[in-house]
Protein backbone atom coordinates (compact mmCIF):
# COMPACT_ATOMS: atom_id res chain seq x y z
CA UNK A 1 0.00 0.00 0.00
CA UNK A 2 1.79 3.42 -1.12
CA UNK A 3 1.59 6.17 0.64
CA UNK A 4 -0.79 8.64 -0.96
CA UNK A 5 0.75 12.17 -1.20
CA UNK A 6 -1.17 15.02 0.87
CA UNK A 7 -2.93 17.79 -0.80
CA UNK A 8 -5.83 19.83 -0.41
CA UNK A 9 -8.65 17.10 -1.98
CA UNK A 10 -9.45 13.87 -1.89
CA UNK A 11 -7.44 11.05 -0.42
CA UNK A 12 -5.94 8.87 -2.98
CA UNK A 13 -9.12 6.58 -3.85
CA UNK A 14 -11.27 8.68 -1.65
CA UNK A 15 -14.38 7.67 -2.99
CA UNK A 16 -13.62 3.86 -3.93
CA UNK A 17 -14.18 4.18 -6.96
CA UNK A 18 -11.20 2.07 -8.40
CA UNK A 19 -11.90 -1.12 -9.08
CA UNK A 20 -10.78 -3.54 -6.28
CA UNK A 21 -9.09 -6.75 -6.52
CA UNK A 22 -11.22 -9.27 -7.50
CA UNK A 23 -9.08 -11.83 -6.34
CA UNK A 24 -8.88 -10.86 -2.67
CA UNK A 25 -12.92 -10.27 -2.62
CA UNK A 26 -15.56 -13.20 -1.86
CA UNK A 27 -18.57 -11.27 -3.88
CA UNK A 28 -19.51 -8.07 -2.15
CA UNK A 29 -17.05 -8.98 0.87
CA UNK A 30 -13.72 -7.78 1.23
CA UNK A 31 -11.52 -10.57 1.89
CA UNK A 32 -8.30 -9.49 1.73
CA UNK A 33 -6.01 -6.63 2.98
CA UNK A 34 -5.36 -4.71 0.22
CA UNK A 35 -8.55 -5.72 -1.95
CA UNK A 36 -9.16 -1.71 -2.18
CA UNK A 37 -6.87 0.29 -3.71
CA UNK A 38 -4.81 2.59 -1.92
CA UNK A 39 -6.07 1.31 1.44
CA UNK A 40 -5.61 -1.65 3.75
CA UNK A 41 -8.69 -2.86 5.47
CA UNK A 42 -9.22 -5.07 8.80
CA UNK A 43 -12.21 -7.30 9.67
CA UNK A 44 -15.75 -7.77 7.61
CA UNK A 45 -16.03 -4.73 5.34
CA UNK A 46 -18.60 -4.93 2.33
CA UNK A 47 -18.37 -2.84 -1.26
CA UNK A 48 -21.54 -0.74 -1.15
CA UNK A 49 -22.63 0.12 -4.94
CA UNK A 50 -25.09 2.51 -5.59
CA UNK A 51 -28.95 1.83 -5.76
CA UNK A 52 -28.01 -1.66 -3.23
CA UNK A 53 -30.72 -2.69 -1.35
CA UNK A 54 -30.90 -4.04 2.29
CA UNK A 55 -34.20 -5.48 2.75
CA UNK A 56 -36.88 -2.84 1.62
CA UNK A 57 -34.05 -0.02 2.57
CA UNK A 58 -31.55 1.49 -0.54
CA UNK A 59 -28.62 2.31 0.92
CA UNK A 60 -27.09 5.45 -0.09
CA UNK A 61 -23.70 5.95 -1.26
CA UNK A 62 -22.74 9.94 -0.89
CA UNK A 63 -20.28 9.97 -3.64
CA UNK A 64 -19.94 8.04 -6.88
CA UNK A 65 -21.44 5.00 -7.38
CA UNK A 66 -19.18 2.99 -4.69
CA UNK A 67 -18.85 2.90 -1.07
CA UNK A 68 -17.39 0.95 1.48
CA UNK A 69 -19.40 -0.69 4.83
CA UNK A 70 -17.85 -1.04 7.58
CA UNK A 71 -18.82 -4.04 10.06
CA UNK A 72 -18.36 -4.47 14.03
CA UNK A 73 -15.10 -3.13 14.87
CA UNK A 74 -13.54 -3.23 11.30
CA UNK A 75 -10.84 -0.63 9.85
CA UNK A 76 -10.00 1.19 7.43
CA UNK A 77 -6.19 2.33 7.41
CA UNK A 78 -4.31 4.85 4.44
CA UNK A 79 -0.61 5.94 5.01
CA UNK A 80 -0.51 9.53 3.69
CA UNK A 81 2.98 11.48 2.64
CA UNK A 82 4.05 14.77 2.59
CA UNK A 83 2.88 16.19 5.69
CA UNK A 84 5.03 18.88 7.42
CA UNK A 85 5.73 17.94 10.83
CA UNK A 86 4.20 19.95 13.78
CA UNK A 87 1.65 21.21 11.18
CA UNK A 88 -2.11 20.72 11.14
CA UNK A 89 -4.31 18.68 8.97
CA UNK A 90 -8.41 17.95 8.88
CA UNK A 91 -9.81 14.70 7.29
CA UNK A 92 -13.57 15.23 5.81
CA UNK A 93 -15.10 12.34 4.84
CA UNK A 94 -18.96 11.09 4.14
CA UNK A 95 -21.11 8.89 6.30
CA UNK A 96 -24.20 7.16 6.53
CA UNK A 97 -26.07 5.40 9.55
CA UNK A 98 -27.31 1.67 7.99
CA UNK A 99 -28.55 0.58 11.89
CA UNK A 100 -30.19 1.69 14.77
CA UNK A 101 -27.72 1.13 17.14
CA UNK A 102 -25.75 3.34 19.18
CA UNK A 103 -23.00 4.01 16.13
CA UNK A 104 -19.50 6.05 16.43
CA UNK A 105 -16.79 6.08 14.39
CA UNK A 106 -12.94 6.28 16.24
CA UNK A 107 -10.35 8.07 14.09
CA UNK A 108 -6.67 7.91 14.83
CA UNK A 109 -3.60 9.06 13.30
CA UNK A 110 -0.07 7.73 14.10
CA UNK A 111 3.10 8.26 12.33
CA UNK A 112 4.11 5.06 10.48
CA UNK A 113 6.51 3.14 11.34
CA UNK A 114 10.51 4.08 10.84
CA UNK A 115 12.32 1.82 12.98
CA UNK A 116 13.75 5.24 14.21
CA UNK A 117 13.40 5.65 17.79
CA UNK A 118 10.14 5.50 19.99
CA UNK A 119 6.89 7.13 17.66
CA UNK A 120 5.36 9.78 18.59
CA UNK A 121 1.60 8.64 20.21
CA UNK A 122 -1.66 8.07 18.58
CA UNK A 123 -4.38 11.05 18.38
CA UNK A 124 -7.56 9.61 18.28
CA UNK A 125 -11.00 11.16 18.37
CA UNK A 126 -14.49 9.71 18.45
CA UNK A 127 -17.73 11.17 15.89
CA UNK A 128 -21.00 10.26 17.04
CA UNK A 129 -23.55 9.32 14.35
CA UNK A 130 -26.44 9.01 16.15
CA UNK A 131 -28.35 12.34 14.23
CA UNK A 132 -28.73 12.64 11.14
CA UNK A 133 -28.58 16.24 9.83
CA UNK A 134 -29.43 15.99 6.22
CA UNK A 135 -32.82 14.62 4.82
CA UNK A 136 -30.32 12.69 2.07
CA UNK A 137 -28.92 9.62 5.03
CA UNK A 138 -25.28 10.95 5.07
CA UNK A 139 -23.61 14.14 6.27
CA UNK A 140 -19.60 15.03 5.89
CA UNK A 141 -17.44 14.45 9.03
CA UNK A 142 -14.22 16.26 9.90
CA UNK A 143 -11.68 15.66 12.18
CA UNK A 144 -7.96 17.44 12.74
CA UNK A 145 -4.80 15.95 13.69
CA UNK A 146 -0.93 17.13 14.24
CA UNK A 147 1.54 15.73 11.75
CA UNK A 148 4.29 14.33 13.46
CA UNK A 149 7.29 11.88 12.92
CA UNK A 150 8.87 12.48 9.13
CA UNK A 151 5.79 13.52 7.61
CA UNK A 152 4.33 10.21 6.51
CA UNK A 153 0.74 9.96 8.71
CA UNK A 154 -0.98 6.45 9.15
CA UNK A 155 -4.82 7.15 9.09
CA UNK A 156 -7.49 4.75 10.67
CA UNK A 157 -11.14 5.07 10.47
CA UNK A 158 -12.83 2.33 12.86
CA UNK A 159 -16.47 1.22 13.76
CA UNK A 160 -17.26 1.61 17.50
CA UNK A 161 -20.35 -0.75 17.65
CA UNK A 162 -22.91 -0.43 20.07
CA UNK A 163 -24.68 -3.26 21.33
CA UNK A 164 -25.94 -4.26 17.89
CA UNK A 165 -25.49 -8.27 17.28
CA UNK A 166 -25.16 -8.23 13.49
CA UNK A 167 -21.63 -7.87 12.92
CA UNK A 168 -22.32 -7.23 9.51
CA UNK A 169 -23.66 -4.09 10.40
CA UNK A 170 -22.46 -0.64 10.34
CA UNK A 171 -21.70 2.57 8.70
CA UNK A 172 -21.28 3.72 5.27
CA UNK A 173 -18.61 5.62 4.53
CA UNK A 174 -17.31 7.46 1.32
CA UNK A 175 -15.23 10.92 0.42
CA UNK A 176 -12.15 10.74 2.04
CA UNK A 177 -10.11 14.14 1.59
CA UNK A 178 -7.65 16.00 3.68
CA UNK A 179 -6.76 19.32 3.91
CA UNK A 180 -3.39 21.35 5.79
CA UNK A 181 -5.22 24.05 7.99
CA UNK A 182 -3.34 27.36 9.28
CA UNK A 183 -4.19 29.05 12.59
CA UNK A 184 -4.93 32.59 11.18
CA UNK A 185 -5.27 33.88 7.62
CA UNK A 186 -3.89 37.06 6.94
CA UNK A 187 -7.91 38.27 7.20
CA UNK A 188 -6.33 41.93 8.68
CA UNK A 189 -7.60 40.51 12.18
CA UNK A 190 -3.71 42.16 13.02
CA UNK A 191 -4.79 45.27 11.32
CA UNK A 192 -8.13 45.24 13.21
CA UNK A 193 -6.66 44.50 16.63
CA UNK A 194 -8.74 41.45 16.87
CA UNK A 195 -8.00 39.37 19.90
CA UNK A 196 -9.73 36.33 18.58
CA UNK A 197 -8.26 34.02 16.27
CA UNK A 198 -9.90 33.40 13.03
CA UNK A 199 -13.11 35.31 13.90
CA UNK A 200 -13.91 35.47 10.42
CA UNK A 201 -14.20 31.26 9.91
CA UNK A 202 -12.29 31.10 6.67
CA UNK A 203 -9.60 28.99 7.66
CA UNK A 204 -11.59 25.28 8.35
CA UNK A 205 -12.15 21.78 7.30
CA UNK A 206 -11.99 20.79 3.54
CA UNK A 207 -15.55 21.08 2.00
CA UNK A 208 -16.32 19.05 -0.98
CA UNK A 209 -16.68 21.82 -4.20
CA UNK A 210 -20.33 20.29 -5.17
CA UNK A 211 -21.37 19.20 -2.02
CA UNK A 212 -24.47 21.71 -0.76
CA UNK A 213 -24.65 20.32 2.96
CA UNK A 214 -21.74 21.44 4.31
CA UNK A 215 -19.47 19.78 6.28
CA UNK A 216 -19.80 18.83 10.32
CA UNK A 217 -17.39 19.44 13.26
CA UNK A 218 -18.07 17.39 15.70
CA UNK A 219 -17.61 17.99 19.68
CA UNK A 220 -13.91 17.98 20.90
CA UNK A 221 -13.66 17.36 24.57
CA UNK A 222 -9.63 16.45 25.49
CA UNK A 223 -8.46 16.26 21.15
CA UNK A 224 -6.06 18.78 21.13
CA UNK A 225 -7.00 19.96 17.43
CA UNK A 226 -9.84 21.29 16.32
CA UNK A 227 -10.50 20.77 12.86
CA UNK A 228 -11.99 24.90 13.17
CA UNK A 229 -8.39 26.55 14.04
CA UNK A 230 -9.10 28.90 17.29
CA UNK A 231 -12.51 27.54 17.96
CA UNK A 232 -14.05 24.21 19.84
CA UNK A 233 -17.55 22.89 20.10
CA UNK A 234 -18.87 22.09 23.50
CA UNK A 235 -21.43 19.24 22.95
CA UNK A 236 -21.73 15.69 24.19
CA UNK A 237 -23.00 14.39 20.98
CA UNK A 238 -24.20 16.93 18.72
CA UNK A 239 -22.17 19.03 16.01
CA UNK A 240 -21.85 22.59 14.29
CA UNK A 241 -22.06 22.87 10.45
CA UNK A 242 -19.24 24.42 8.62
CA UNK A 243 -21.00 26.00 5.50
CA UNK A 244 -19.37 27.84 2.32
CA UNK A 245 -20.96 31.18 0.48
CA UNK A 246 -21.21 28.86 -2.36
CA UNK A 247 -24.08 26.96 -1.11
CA UNK A 248 -25.77 29.45 2.31
CA UNK A 249 -25.77 32.61 2.73
CA UNK A 250 -22.68 33.65 4.60
CA UNK A 251 -22.38 37.43 6.08
CA UNK A 252 -18.88 38.08 5.36
CA UNK A 253 -16.17 36.20 3.15
CA UNK A 254 -16.35 32.60 2.17
CA UNK A 255 -17.26 30.72 5.64
CA UNK A 256 -19.82 31.15 8.34
CA UNK A 257 -20.69 28.25 10.90
CA UNK A 258 -24.31 27.22 10.99
CA UNK A 259 -25.98 25.85 14.84
CA UNK A 260 -27.80 23.24 13.90
CA UNK A 261 -28.15 21.65 16.90
CA UNK A 262 -29.91 23.67 19.38
CA UNK A 263 -29.04 24.01 23.12
CA UNK A 264 -26.95 20.96 22.90
CA UNK A 265 -24.22 22.28 21.08
CA UNK A 266 -22.21 25.58 21.96
CA UNK A 267 -19.72 27.24 19.92
CA UNK A 268 -16.66 28.78 21.52
CA UNK A 269 -13.33 29.97 21.67
CA UNK A 270 -10.87 30.68 25.36
CA UNK A 271 -8.82 33.85 24.71
CA UNK A 272 -5.66 34.37 27.22
CA UNK A 273 -5.02 37.71 26.61
CA UNK A 274 -7.66 39.26 28.20
CA UNK A 275 -6.37 40.80 31.30
CA UNK A 276 -8.55 41.15 34.51
CA UNK A 277 -10.69 44.51 35.19
CA UNK A 278 -10.00 46.00 31.80
CA UNK A 279 -12.89 46.09 28.99
CA UNK A 280 -13.26 44.89 25.81
CA UNK A 281 -15.75 44.97 23.24
CA UNK A 282 -17.55 41.62 21.04
CA UNK A 283 -18.97 41.92 18.10
CA UNK A 284 -20.80 39.14 15.61
CA UNK A 285 -22.67 38.78 13.13
CA UNK A 286 -25.98 36.71 13.52
CA UNK A 287 -27.57 35.55 9.94
CA UNK A 288 -30.30 33.30 8.10
CA UNK A 289 -27.98 30.71 5.57
CA UNK A 290 -31.31 31.14 2.93
CA UNK A 291 -31.66 27.81 3.53
CA UNK A 292 -35.58 27.65 4.14
CA UNK A 293 -34.89 27.46 7.95
CA UNK A 294 -37.76 28.93 8.97
CA UNK A 295 -39.79 26.73 11.14
CA UNK A 296 -39.26 24.84 14.61
CA UNK A 297 -38.07 21.20 14.72
CA UNK A 298 -41.70 20.02 15.42
CA UNK A 299 -42.79 21.39 12.69
CA UNK A 300 -45.01 24.66 13.54
CA UNK A 301 -44.47 28.11 12.76
CA UNK A 302 -41.78 29.97 14.09
CA UNK A 303 -41.12 33.73 14.95
CA UNK A 304 -38.21 33.44 13.58
CA UNK A 305 -34.17 32.07 15.62
CA UNK A 306 -32.61 33.55 18.21
CA UNK A 307 -28.97 33.26 18.58
CA UNK A 308 -26.95 33.62 21.94
CA UNK A 309 -23.94 35.16 22.59
CA UNK A 310 -21.26 35.22 25.85
CA UNK A 311 -18.36 37.19 26.46
CA UNK A 312 -17.35 36.29 30.38
CA UNK A 313 -20.25 36.89 32.36
CA UNK A 314 -21.75 39.19 29.92
CA UNK A 315 -24.45 38.08 27.39
CA UNK A 316 -27.09 38.98 24.41
CA UNK A 317 -29.37 37.72 22.80
CA UNK A 318 -29.89 38.54 18.56
CA UNK A 319 -33.29 37.79 16.85
CA UNK A 320 -32.77 36.04 13.69
CA UNK A 321 -36.07 36.90 11.02
CA UNK A 322 -35.54 36.23 7.41
CA UNK A 323 -37.74 33.96 7.06
CA UNK A 324 -35.46 31.78 5.50
CA UNK A 325 -34.07 33.86 2.98
CA UNK A 326 -31.06 35.32 3.85
CA UNK A 327 -29.84 38.21 5.72
CA UNK A 328 -28.14 38.83 9.16
CA UNK A 329 -28.03 41.60 12.10
CA UNK A 330 -25.11 42.82 13.89
CA UNK A 331 -24.31 42.02 17.82
CA UNK A 332 -22.36 43.65 20.44
CA UNK A 333 -21.39 42.83 24.28
CA UNK A 334 -18.99 45.38 26.14
CA UNK A 335 -17.82 44.05 28.82
CA UNK A 336 -15.36 43.79 31.75
CA UNK A 337 -13.30 40.85 31.68
CA UNK A 338 -13.77 39.09 35.34
CA UNK A 339 -11.05 36.89 34.61
CA UNK A 340 -8.02 35.53 32.39
CA UNK A 341 -8.86 33.51 29.74
CA UNK A 342 -12.21 34.57 28.86
CA UNK A 343 -14.42 32.58 27.40
CA UNK A 344 -16.95 33.44 24.00
CA UNK A 345 -19.45 31.78 23.39
CA UNK A 346 -22.12 31.10 20.98
CA UNK A 347 -25.44 28.54 20.96
CA UNK A 348 -28.98 28.54 19.33
CA UNK A 349 -31.62 28.88 21.53
CA UNK A 350 -34.06 26.68 19.62
CA UNK A 351 -34.13 23.94 17.18
CA UNK A 352 -34.78 24.19 13.46
CA UNK A 353 -35.57 22.25 10.34
CA UNK A 354 -35.93 23.46 6.89
CA UNK A 355 -39.76 24.71 5.82
CA UNK A 356 -39.52 21.95 3.19
CA UNK A 357 -40.86 19.45 5.67
CA UNK A 358 -37.60 17.01 4.41
CA UNK A 359 -36.48 16.78 7.77
CA UNK A 360 -33.07 18.44 7.31
CA UNK A 361 -31.80 20.41 10.35
CA UNK A 362 -31.12 23.88 10.74
CA UNK A 363 -30.12 27.25 12.41
CA UNK A 364 -29.04 30.66 12.73
CA UNK A 365 -25.23 31.22 11.14
CA UNK A 366 -22.60 32.99 13.42
CA UNK A 367 -19.70 34.88 11.51
CA UNK A 368 -17.47 37.83 11.25
CA UNK A 369 -16.82 37.92 15.23
CA UNK A 370 -14.46 40.39 17.13
CA UNK A 371 -13.30 40.85 20.18
CA UNK A 372 -11.11 44.25 20.55
CA UNK A 373 -9.96 46.22 23.92
CA UNK A 374 -11.99 49.39 24.26
CA UNK A 375 -11.00 52.39 27.17
CA UNK A 376 -13.28 51.97 30.27
CA UNK A 377 -16.77 53.53 30.13
CA UNK A 378 -15.50 56.99 32.20
CA UNK A 379 -13.04 57.59 29.58
CA UNK A 380 -15.15 56.84 27.21
CA UNK A 381 -17.55 59.77 28.14
CA UNK A 382 -14.24 62.21 28.69
CA UNK A 383 -13.57 61.62 25.02
CA UNK A 384 -17.19 62.78 24.12
Known amino acids: MPPCSARAGPLQNGNFEDPPDQSQMSGSVVAGEHAISGWKTSGHIELVCSGQKQGDMVLTVPDGAQALRLGAGASIEQQISGLTEGSYYSLTFAASRTCSQDETLSVTAAPAPSGAGSPAPAQTGELPMQTVYTSIGWDSYSWAFRAEGAGLMSVVITHNCGQEEDPACGPIVDAFAI ?104 EFSAGDAANGCASSSDGSSSSGMKLKAYAGTSETTVDIDFRGAGGSNRGKIEFRAAASPTRVVFVSLGYHTKSDNSGTLCGPVVDDVSLVPIPPPNARRLLL
Open 179 to 282: KALHDQLPDQAAADNNMLHNGGFEEGPYIPPGSPWGVLVPPVDEDPVSPLPGWKVMAYKKSVRYVDSAHFAVPRGARAVELVSGVEAALLQEVDTTVEGSWYRL
